[in-house]
């Protein structure tokens, strides 16, 4: 069954230093998302690419986040200077046109010190 | 936006019973999955449902779209099937570039040996 992709599985960064998730979504998918789950709450809903944009973000994807989709398979979640209540988990799904649900990756737990 | 309520927020079960969990949504839905957050923090994805009945194993899920409620039942519970169920449901159109799972803040399930 296809996957879709997330590196790194964990990370741990200094506070004010910048980082970049990565995510390869299922190749023929067209809709593309960020999601975040800090511990111990409910998942919340970032950002949704589709079609080289952001269709929409959320109140907590501020100036400091950003998303790219510089190449045919990589999607991008980069924080530009990353706070201590960054630490979550953030989850990259992908969603097909013929909407048979979202595929979830794995999530890339990040750690702020 | 819509609201996902799930109950009970809690379940402790001895391995071997039977358990109903219930998801409420105040719209109508076009896409409803239920997902499994397992000890690693990955969701899993148990069912696409928006509506009907499925099965699959000792899980099965019914989603009964007119009255906004959706049950995953787990039947002979086992240790491995603790974790945190997630409702997550999308009131669009799945090619809407405004189309986002909003998520309940799910179930907690403890099964006892």
């Known amino acids: 069954e296809p996957e879709v992709t997330q590196t790194p599985s964990h990370q741990v960064t200094q506070m004010g230093q910048e980082v970049i998730l990565r995510c390869v979504p299922i190749s023929n998918h067209l809709y593309f998302y960020w999601y975040r789950q800090i511990l111990g709450q409910k998942v919340e809903f970032l950002v949704s690419?589709?079609?080289?944009?952001?269709?929409?973000k959320s109140e907590i994807f501020d100036d400091q986040f950003s998303v790219e989709r510089p190449d045919g398979s990589n999607f991008t979640l980069k924080i530009r200077s990353t706070k201590l209540e960054d630490s979550a988990m953030y989850f990259c799904?992908?969603?097909?046109?013929?909407?048979?649900?979202?595929?979830f990756g794995s999530g890339t737990r990040l750690t702020v010190v | 936006g819509i609201q996902v309520e799930q109950s009970p927020p809690d379940l402790i079960l001895q391995e071997g019973a039977n358990s109903t969990l219930r998801c409420n949504f105040s719209d109508s839905v076009n896409n409803l999955q239920w997902f499994h957050q397992n000890p690693w923090g990955q969701l899993i994805n148990l069912f696409y449902?928006?509506?009907g009945t499925k099965q699959n194993g000792r899980l099965s899920a019914t989603t009964v779209a007119t009255e906004r409620y959706s049950l995953l039942y787990i039947s002979s519970s086992q240790t491995t099937d603790s974790g945190v169920y997630f409702c997550a449901v999308d009131p669009f159109p799945y090619t809407g570039a405004n189309s986002k799972l909003t998520f309940g803040k799910g179930i907690t399930l403890s099964v006892r040996p």
């Open positions: 690419f589709y079609n080289n944009e952001i269709s929409e």
């Open positions: 799904a992908s969603r097909d046109r013929a909407g048979y649900g979202y595929t």
């Open positions: 449902i928006p509506s």
